[in-house]
């Protein structure tokens, strides 16, 4: 079991989501920043889907209440295991009583703690993924027990990761042309992609942009979105849909994120500068 | 309309993409590729599209994929041959169909062309099938000559894809210009076979080439969009004038959105209903998932497998091929039980205000109709449903509660819907049901489907509090009938 002394800002039990109930209206839910959960999967050897610990720009204070093997990466949020500073991306073994805790966030925003074989809350509807009213909680609290495997056995050491800085301060976002793209004039068009966007309030369902893009789009009939959407309010709201996302919308669906730029984004904090860059694909 | 087969099972893994195409398929069967399980996989999706079945044996040689010549003792080779087609013969029967044909491949095939030993050889093992296989066999080879002396059904068969040589041998691979890879070349290639029985070879002459069938390689590189080119060209009859909608709409990478009319019709629900239920009975494994709302279908699909073109492609086809035969599950009518009780109805008097209707008007207004469910949305089990009477339309809140019951019952605007959790919300709430619509230990967490039918059944409160107690103790059994 994983105790949690203090639970951090926004800290929970991510997979890689929950893809088979949207026709009930589930949403995919699971980690923001594919990228770095899988990576932190990989680095143990565990399989890419098993469920990890996202914390949200600062992290919770746990302890190991067995032996085990342990990766951190993503945001680098000053971890530190009894008091003494870790690594990120590099594998560390754990004995029971062990205390990690976080410091000061140097840079990104969501950092992924794994163990040897992942937590194994309740796996509700296929996947771990925490998502209020699917799994008891939306979120971990303090005095919460994370269920994992003891295991002894040391992970191999693998090679180092050269850190990706890119995925955390490139400013790129790349997007497809959405369902409703063709509702913005030519003029529309031009300025979504010569702004420099403002990244607003955000969390794990949405994220808006601040800057307004004038518009008289109709609304559309009630229609499947997706986590990566951008969704245009008649007030001239831009609003990025993340993991955590309805499954349907009336919004017109300008824009699509690719998978790439939905990491990005999810290492991204209010006030950060975003430009938007279309792709075509064939 | 020609006839086309394609060598499949062979590892490549486009077998479901291929098959609408195709009228034979040659399954390798453990010489060159393929195995058990590849074989139950082809011969599946061969029986769903009605394709003929052809066992491929070959030189037993998986390292080289059986395009390299042998020099086996003729027993040994008698019995590989045997032996792979016993392979298939294994898998065909558990799937209750036939093998059609034999078709050697690679290097089998070409020196079966070439020497009478081998043909002669290879005739000998395949003897036992003579009255129940037909032979793929090459125009004017030792094959050809030998079979028919002994009596084979030989079907002749051309390459769509591949260069002949003067002496009507295939251009070798290990040359540049062995393969057709651009479609107009493919289809001068065979019109020139099929209306003057001729083929062009790689010096330009036209040589006599017979041909009842054309293989396409399903390892070629643009395979996929070979057999669906050939089929849209030589099968121009068969293609009827393309519906209006559905349209078809990129969304992303891997999405694929099926679009109809901006209406919220039944018309509308039962065509892209129709149409879920045809996606969902070809069971692709390269579509991921199908995201149904209430005029629209959103395709995820895997883009590593196939892209969007080849997808409208195939599902174009393949809505042909299920043109009215389809079929909606069975609909249920559920029986909702509300308590309007002023308790829970906290927005009767608004209503009865706004609209000028008593609190008695409004129960009966919103009991009388049954409601379509058009989808499942907005919230884990949330209905949209359709059907509201017009006089209790009513605009949202001008401000959204924090806190919205679970199981509230509500009216937005045009339409009625029932809150499966405790939520923020604007509607305007009339009352309360006790049952729970999205159950997360269920197999089905939901027990509406989009199609399905809602009645509201006005209760007491004594009522809501039995029905209430008997949900927590799970005694409580939703009322349906089959509509």
Known sequence: MLEIIHSGLHTSIQDLGRLHYRNVGVPVAGVMDEYHAKLVNQLLGNDE???????????????????????????????????????????????????????????????????????????????????????????????????????SNPVKASANIALQRALF???????????????????????????????????????????????????????AVLPGTIQLTPSGKLIILMKDCQTTGGYPRILQLDQKSIFKLAQKHTRDAIIFKKLSIL | MIHINCDVGEGIDNEEILMPYLNACNIACGGHAGD??????????????????????SYPDLENF?????????????????????????????????????????????????????????????????????????????????????????????????????????????????????????????????????????SGEKTTLKSDTFCVHSDTKNAVEIVQQLYTHFNTERVTVQPKFPTFTRYGNNGLLLTWEAEMTQKVLYSVLEYQEKITNFRLKLILDVIQSNNSLLIIYNFNKIDFI????????????????????????????????AQFGIDLDEITQKNKLSTKEIIQLHTAPTYQVFSIGFLPGFLYLGG???RLHIDRKSTPRLKVKKGAVGIGGMQTGIYPKTSPGGWQIIGNSPLNFFDVSKEKPCFAKAGDFIKFTAISLEEYHEIANAVTNGTYTVKSTVC
């Open chain 2, 388 to 390: 509201l009477d017009k």
């Open chain 2, 310 to 341: 080849t997808l409208q492609h195939l599902l174009e086809r393949l809505f042909l091929l299920l043109s009215d035969t389809i079929q909606l599950p069975k609909q249920y009518c559920w029986d909702i039980p509300v308590c309007y009780d």
């Open chain 1, 169 to 223: 301060t490139d400013t790129e976002i790349t997007v497809y042309e959405g369902p409703e793209f063709n509702y913005l004039s030519k003029t529309q068009q031009e300025k979504l992609f010569n702004t420099t966007f403002t990244i607003g309030l955000n969390n794990r369902m949405a994220y808006q942009l601040e800057e307004i893009l004038e518009n008289d789009c109709p609304s559309i009939i009630t229609s």
């Open chain 2, 36 to 57: 058990v399980e590849t074989m139950h996989e082809v011969v599946a999706l061969a029986k769903k599209y009605q394709v003929e079945i052809g066992a491929h044996p």
């Open chain 1, 49 to 151: 889907n098993s469920a990890v610990m996202e914390m949200t720009l600062q992290g919770a204070t746990v302890e190991f209440h067995e032996a085990t093997q342990m990766v951190i990466c993503g945001a680098d949020l000053s971890p530190k295991l009894n008091h003494q500073a870790i690594r990120l991306n590099v594998p560390v073994t754990v004995k029971k009583g062990d205390v990690l805790q976080f410091g000061k966030r140097l840079y990104g925003v969501r950092a992924y703690l794994a163990v040897k074989h992942g937590f194994q809350t309740e796996n509700i509807l296929k996947s771990r993924s925490f998502y209020d009213g699917i799994t008891p909680k939306a979120r971990v609290e303090k005095g919460d027990f994370i269920p994992y495997q003891t295991n």
């Open chain 2, 66 to 202: 059986g395009r390299v010549s042998m020099e086996l003792p003729e027993t040994e080779l008698i019995n590989t041959i045997q032996e792979q087609i016993a392979n298939l013969e294994v898998v065909v029967k558990l799937h209750d169909v036939n093998i059609n044909h034999i078709k050697p491949h690679g290097a089998l095939y070409n020196d079966v062309a070439k020497s009478e030993e081998k043909a002669k050889a290879f005739l000998k093992a395949i003897s036992e099938y003579k009255d129940r296989y037909k032979l793929f066999v090459p125009y004017n080879s030792a094959i050809e000559k030998l079979a028919i002396k002994q009596n084979f059904e030989v079907v002749y068969e051309a390459f769509a894809d591949r260069n002949y040589n003067d002496d009507l041998t295939l251009v070798s691979r290990t040359k540049s210009s062995a393969i057709l890879t651009k479609i107009d070349a493919i289809i001068s290639h065979i019109s020139t076979l099929q209306n003057e029985q001729k083929v062009q070879t790689i």
